[in-house]
């Protein structure tokens, strides 16, 4: 027996630590308390910049260090930063019911996971990382968009799909050895930021005209 | 290249006259004399073709390639198209020096200069449908076509009646465009390949389901450009409201593409054709000729008139090319010659003679400020020669010898009187049923012209814009005259012309047919059967011509002693005679209105106001209604439906963000489900 | 009756056209009375008792100049008759009655009891009309009794048609016009342009009292008294209305087809 070699120890550490983000993820589906929310989201962001981390040290990619520090910066400090400014000043700290209840929610996500699963069986063999970092990406992309369906106010949408872009990072840095090109990956990221602005400020907006961040009021604009 | 010359004066006339936009003579004179010369070199360069017997004149030719690969744009010249591009040349030329005295009329109230080069686009544009040679190249130029022509039928967009008449067309437009790519697509996916070189004989490798859905999706595109029963609600309304060049463009070419894509995915791509696509063009075919000529009957306003007859004349070219297929498929190679023969003469006939009824129309129009027929009368005094070429247009329409309808009507007959014994089978009785419609609708079109060139051009003036009337400019005479020696020649020379569609049949039906069909050294024409019959247009003019010495001769031994008087027309001792003892149009179509009764529907209404007698009434209104009959039982049904079912489908729509991403979500999951 | 009995019936009558004129002309009828003969030399000197009963005043007596009756203007009440005492008007019975001349209708004076027949056509008109004559007939305001009797002149009976006689539709096809009625001014115009479209050679027939001289309506303020004074008449037939054998008789007269020896009087 000899002691683990760095490699052997990351390929353990990355899937657990994207199964953490699994985790939180669920946390997320379960949680009704908007600061809490974005609290979750900020681990599970660090937890993505952790496997970047791992990744880049590994494999010697000095670009994914890059990534994992503006997923830090961006995702872990930035982001819950301006969310929680916006909390503040919409005054909001729960959201209203869901569409579907804790339990049946929990089902459906099972259920989402699965699916991943199923799905991506045939590309294990694209897996640099170990075993099933790419399912448990899709199953962050179909949660997230679970989420986005089933909450009704539109921060907790907004976070739903940062969630989203998390599992979609986390496949690309799990499919190759040295990760998306870096333009890619920047690309992802601004974008990331320019919306998340940009829905802040819908947010707002929505807030003030319809004294509500509920979207279901939305239909009052049907013809 | 000739052809490229053309083109690229057409492209000339277009920039130059947007350019000189502001100085409206130039423009005018240097949009529509590119033109005309383009027309030139085109009818040169086409009958050249034609005359040397290729069958392929221009080989694929790639124009432009784009980054994505497979667009590319390929232009590919063979018989057919040197036909197609022979008569666009020829009738673009005829109208484009019309148009240079037409256009004056639109001086300081329209822009010239778009007009001018908006009409240069279109001949260009229509040129690239003859001559394309990949998908992309047709349906990109069909499209163009579309768009150009609604430009044009908007032109007077102050007029509500011209806006309306350009949504209906750009509707139909689309309509068709969607059906013929549907069917390209089918064929397309076949191919592998998107150039005609591979469509050529696609039709094998489809399975016959595949080829019959095809077919009726060309069949309902070409359809609707050519203006075929029940397809041609839009052509009455919008050929009327064009500016009269324009019209005559639009009824003598634009129809023509319809056409011209028929054969080409019918004889070449689809292959051996089923009995039933055959029939069903002769039966689409016949019942556009009846309806078409029915409808031209109750009109009154000239422009309509004329478009209901393009209507009638469309149906007489599918049921030739009905016929064409129908004796594909029973094996008679030749007989199939000669419908095709029959029909594509017919189509180049009638884009002469309808041009000329159009361009006769239009001088018409500006003279007396109006379309409207009840209105006219006493023209031909005024406008000799304008009503002169009108004449011999109406003439060359109602198929009269010794003009050019006559001859393609003869061919047409002939080949479907020789139907009846191809085959066996009940659908045998199609054929002289279609030839008796045929005879049907060339009497109703004698009928209909006596009416429009006797309401229009003969009596006393109607109405104060027509007694002022003036002969129009000399270049809309020569306009009109060029197009009146082109019916003349295409009337006296059958033989002539029949040498130039050799190439053409060679490579549709695989044979040759103008020797059999020539007698006596071109003097005759003959129907290449056994019976033999035979015709000569050349030979009756001819007679003419020797008998006349006769009649004069009578003239000098006893006519010369009688006394001469010429006084006013007996008019049954009244004070005079005046427009209101003159027929109406209205008047005159009544018998027939009445007998066809049951497709009319006509509903009749009359006012009176009197003081103390009905007999000495002091108002009178008359009111005559026709019912619509595809508009009401057909299209409405359609619209209605259709727009129920919209309305059912709009609950989808729910305004609600929760649904929508739901929507979303549920095709992700689905897509993911079913990829695995 | 079906077409068999019809043909039958038709064939068992035979013809029914009477003879004349190869025959003798059938007999007026008695209230008719035919041609009033006029002998001045019968009158009293004083006497003017006709002059007052005409109710056309057809009939003058000027001082000095002997009883004149104008035939044109007669009707033919023959009230003039009844009340003559010397019978100096007298009716003939004779329905010979057409002229060429107005001034032959007049009789009364000496020579002139009774009137001067018509002449043929002269050489070069009777080529044209002889065998072939066609009338357009304008009915110009009368009361329709002349062209009744006009009318009966087509039926089997008399059959102008075997003369070369006929009607026809314009008078762009016609030889001659046959005016009947006064003349109202309603009428002038379209008998004045009917006229006109009469093709040369021409003739005008003026039939009956209304349109010789004006007839019952003469002197009325809306009439011409007939038409001579608006196209030149070349026969003149009276009567109010002339029996159709009067008419008959001026027609084949004019076109010299009579063949009788007295034909010129």
Sequence with gaps: MHPPTTLEISSQVIPLMATLMLVVQLLLIAQRMLLTNIRLFAIQSLLLSGIAAVVAFNYNASHVYVVAVLTFIGKVVFLPWLLNRLVHRIQIHQDVEPLLNAPSSMLICAALTLLGYSVTRPFTSLEKLGNNTLAIALALLLTGFFLMINRRKALTQVLALLTVENGVMLAAVALTTYGMPLVVELGIFFDVMVAVMVLGILVYRIRENFDSMDTGKLDQLKG | MLLTFALWAYVAGMAGALVLQRAERLANVLGFGLAALGGVCGVVFSVSSLAAGRAVTIAPVTLWSGPIPDVRLVVEADALSCFFVLIVSLVGLAISVFSLGYARTYYGRKNVGVLAAVFNALLLVTTLVFIAGNLWMFLIAWELMALLAYGMVSFEHEDREARQAGVLYFIMSHLDAACILLGFLMLAQAAGDFSFASLRGIGAKLSPQQRDAAFMLFVIGFGIKAGAVPLHIWLPVAHPVAPSNISALMSGVLIKTGIYGLVRVCFEFLGPPPMWWGASLLAAGTVSAVLGVLYALMEHDLKRLLAYHSIENIGIILMGIGAALMFLHTGHAVLASLALIAGLYHTINHAVFKALLFLGAGAVLHATHTRNMEEMGGLAKRMRWTSLFFLVGAVAISALPPLNGFVSEWLTYQSLLQGFGTTTSLVRLMFPLGGAMLALTGALAAACFVKAFGITFLAQPRSDHARNAHEASLPVLIGQGVLTAACVFLGLFPTAFLKLLDPLTQQLTGHQLSQQLTLANGLVLSDATAQGGTVSTLGITLMAVYLLPVPLALWAMFGRKARTRIAPTWDCGQRGLTPQMEYTATGFSKPLRMIFKALFRPRREVQREYDFSPYFATTLRFESHMEEVFQTRFYRPVNLWLLRLSRRLRALQAGSLQAYLIYVFITLVALLLFAS | ?265
């Design chain 3, 1 to 265: 009756m079906s077409v068999h009995d019809t043909l039958l019936n038709r064939l068992k009558r035979g013809c029914e056209t009477m003879a004349y004129p190869k025959g003798p002309a059938p007999a007026l009828p008695d209230r008719h009375g035919g041609a009033l003969k006029v002998e001045a030399a019968k009158c009293d000197a004083s006497c003017s008792a006709c002059v007052t009963v005409c109710p056309t005043e057809a009939i003058a007596r000027p001082a000095g100049k002997p009883v004149a009756l104008d035939l044109g203007r007669c009707i033919f009440c023959a009230e003039c008759v009844t009340v003559c005492p010397t019978k100096a008007i007298t009716q003939s019975n004779d329905h010979r009655m057409a002229v060429r001349q107005r001034e032959d209708l007049v009789l009364g004076d000496t020579g002139k009891e009774q009137v001067r027949l018509a002449q043929a056509l002269d050489e070069k008109l009777r080529r044209l009309f002889g065998r072939s004559l066609k009338l357009r007939q304008v009915s110009a305001a009368g009361c329709n009794a002349c062209e009744a009797d006009t009318n009966v002149l087509g039926t089997i009976g008399w059959d102008l048609g075997r003369f070369g006689i006929q009607f026809v539709a314009s008078p762009r096809h016609a030889d001659g016009l046959l005016i009947t009625g006064p003349v109202s001014k309603n009428m002038e115009l379209a008998l004045k342009k009917t006229y006109i479209a009469l093709p040369e050679p021409r003739i005008v027939i003026a039939l009956g009292a209304c349109a010789i001289a004006g007839g019952p309506f003469i002197g009325h303020p809306q009439h011409h008294n007939g038409a001579s004074g608006l196209v030149p008449v070349d026969l003149f037939i009276p009567g109010c209305p002339p029996h159709p054998l009067t008419i008959l008789d001026g027609l084949l007269r004019l076109l010299d087809r009579l063949g009788e020896s007295d034909a010129r009087r």
